[in-house]
């Protein structure tokens, strides 16, 4: 056999010599137990899907790089983010929410944006979506609010009326939903659509001083999106539109590229700001909080498998390297256990040890050992507890985060801060859209919401009037609904509307 040509082996590195014929008892079979390739290929074949992700199950992912191009060493002491110039691998994928693995990439949803830094000081996990905002603002709610955008536990078919039922007694949503149905709900590629943070999240320097930030990943491809029209015509003709999109684009030289822009407060700032920092419901106005350039992604890698890379990638938000940690943001301190917990389901419990996940400048020092699918030396003969006198790794102190304060009894505790949840969509309505925007937010709003019963359509509306008289107007009118109706109902209390339409 020539030198370039490699032979078939089993999994175990034996040579197989026929891949067309199973071992049988004469020509015409049976086949023989005896034949073990035809039982390994089998047998992995059974189980080559792993469980998809119960969320962001559709997904595409690049390689890349991220340099700094503004010093920031006076926020963060992020070895990555130390010197302008410096660069840092990562590894993006994106993604929808609700659908599953075979559904259409232009689907009217939000779209996950989930970064990989492969830092010297570990892994740094930053897992946003495209859009600045989210529905909810307590985890309590997530798993409910996810039922309600997947299918319906009797028809097994996407729902209006529950989506609706829960969004109209939701009233936190209405930033969310306002977003979700304008124009922004359909991204016409995963290249032209910003990422986000959303949540806020804590920086601190060397000096042990920290500010509270946010995250915008600004696409230097422009802004691009779908009509209703044109995400149904091509979630028919092409599914994995953009899927394909980024990864020909990347494959002829066309790196798709974002600009890192960072909101930033000092403590004493967020003290006095007219709006809730830790609310996820809300954003920061740049012109409260003019945002600085600090930064640029550049993804220019395909995966070589797309199994091996995207699929079995895994993101979690507390993966934090030192210079950066959590805020109390309620929907974020549920993340940081949802997300590991999620992938050692999905994955085993030993999924930082696949490539994609495995930190590659600061290899794993730890006493975590054993578990299925343990393939590296599983720390070998060194001891498996701390404290130790072998010479274990021991804990850095320096490595901690500066302190804040909390305080407050512990209890379940409503929603209590001062901001009106409907301020923000109505600015979005009345001051971010033009007439065409407004326009085509109205049609998709009419076209999705005509599918739930009138007593939901009359909650729902009531809550766009709330933000807006002629947001609601519009809609009232879209769906042939009494006016007179709707400003009585955004005239109760969510209670009494719900009350009220029962």
């Keep these: 056999m020539a030198k370039d040509k490699k032979t078939l082996?089993?999994?175990?590195?034996?040579?197989?010599?026929?891949?067309?014929?199973?071992?049988?008892?004469?020509?015409?079979?049976?086949?023989?137990?005896?034949?073990?390739?035809?039982?390994e290929k089998l047998g992995h074949f059974d189980r080559e899907r792993i469980p998809e992700?119960?969320?962001?199950?559709?997904?595409?992912?690049?390689?890349?790089?991220?340099?700094?191009?503004?010093?920031?060493?006076k926020y963060t002491k992020a070895k990555f983010l130390s010197e302008i110039g410096k660069r840092t691998e990562v590894f993006v994928r994106f993604s929808t929410v609700g659908g599953e693995k075979g559904s259409p990439d232009a689907a009217r949803d939000p779209r996950g944006f989930a970064m990989k830094f492969y830092t010297e000081e570990g892994n740094y996990d930053l897992v946003g979506n495209n859009t600045p905002v989210f529905f909810i603002r307590d985890p309590l709610k997530f798993p409910d609010f996810i039922h309600t955008q997947k299918r319906h536990p009797a028809t097994n078919c996407k729902d209006p009326e529950m989506f609706w039922d829960f969004l109209s007694l939701t009233p936190e949503s209405i930033h969310q939903v306002t977003i979700l149905f304008s124009d922004r709900g359909t991204p016409a590629t995963f290249r032209n659509m910003?990422?986000?943070?959303?949540?806020?999240?804590?920086?601190?320097?060397?000096?042990?001083?920290?500010?509270?930030?946010?995250?915008?990943?600004?696409?230097?491809?422009?802004?691009?999106?779908?009509?209703?029209?044109?995400?149904?015509?091509?979630?028919?003709?092409?599914?994995?539109?953009?899927?394909?999109?980024?990864?020909?684009?990347?494959?002829?030289?066309?790196?798709?590229?974002?600009?890192?822009?960072?909101?930033?407060l000092t403590p004493e700032q967020a003290k006095d700001f007219r709006w809730d920092i830790l609310d996820i419901t809300k954003?920061?106005?740049?012109?409260?909080?003019?945002?600085?350039?600090?930064?640029?992604?550049?993804?220019?890698r395909n995966p070589v498998n797309y199994f091996a890379e995207v699929e079995q990638a895994a993101f979690s938000p507390g993966n934090l390297v030192p210079g950066i940690a959590a805020s109390p943001d309620k929907m974020l301190q549920?993340?940081?256990?949802?997300?590991?917990?999620?992938?050692?389901?999905?994955?085993?419990?030993?999924?930082?040890?696949?490539?994609?996940?495995?930190?590659?400048?600061?290899?794993?020092?730890?006493?975590?050992?054993?578990?299925?699918?343990?393939?590296?030396?599983?720390?070998?003969?060194?001891?498996?507890?701390?404290?130790?006198?072998?010479?274990?790794?021991?804990?850095?102190?320096?490595?901690?985060?500066?302190?804040?304060e909390l305080s407050g009894p512990a209890r379940r505790s409503p929603y209590t801060h001062p901001n009106d949840d409907f301020v923000q969509a109505g600015n979005l309505y009345r001051k971010a859209m033009n007439d065409q925007d407004r326009k085509n937010l109205i049609g998709n709003i009419v076209d999705?919401?005509?599918?739930?019963?009138?007593?939901?359509?009359?909650?729902?509306?009531?809550?766009?009037?709330?933000?807006?008289?002629?947001?609601?107007?519009?809609?009232?009118?879209?769906?042939?609904?009494?006016?007179?109706?709707?400003?009585?109902?955004?005239?109760?209390?969510?209670?009494?509307?719900?009350?009220a339409t029962s």
């Design 283 to 300: 954003v920061w106005p740049h012109g409260e909080v003019p945002p600085i350039k600090i930064g640029k992604m550049v993804l220019n």
């Design 334 to 404: 549920a993340r940081l256990f949802s997300y590991h917990d999620t992938h050692i389901h999905r994955l085993g419990p030993n999924y930082h040890l696949l490539p994609v996940n495995a930190p590659k400048h600061a290899p794993e020092n730890s006493y975590q050992r054993d578990g299925l699918m343990r393939f590296d030396a599983n720390g070998a003969d060194g001891p498996n507890y701390w404290p130790n006198s072998f010479g274990g790794p021991e804990p850095d102190p320096a490595a901690g985060e500066p302190p804040f």
């Design 194 to 264: 910003n990422g986000y943070s959303s949540h806020t999240y804590k920086w601190y320097n060397a000096k042990g001083e920290y500010f509270w930030v946010q995250y915008h990943f600004k696409t230097d491809q422009g802004i691009k999106n779908l009509t209703r029209e044109e995400a149904g015509k091509i979630s028919g003709q092409d599914p994995d539109h953009a899927t394909r999109d980024l990864f020909e684009a990347i494959k002829r030289g066309d790196y798709p590229s974002w600009t890192l822009e960072m909101q930033i």
């Design 448 to 499: 999705h919401l005509g599918g739930a019963q009138k007593r939901l359509q009359l909650r729902q509306t009531a809550l766009f009037f709330k933000a807006d008289p002629d947001y609601g107007r519009r809609v009232a009118e879209g769906l042939g609904l009494e006016l007179a109706e709707v400003e009585r109902l955004a005239g109760m209390t969510q209670e009494e509307r719900a009350k």
């Design 9 to 39: 082996t089993t999994a175990f590195g034996i040579p197989v010599p026929d891949d067309q014929n199973s071992l049988t008892a004469g020509e015409r079979g049976p086949v023989l137990m005896q034949d073990v390739h035809l039982l």
């Design 53 to 73: 992700r119960v969320v962001h199950a559709k997904g595409a992912g690049a390689g890349g790089y991220f340099e700094v191009t503004a010093d920031v060493t």
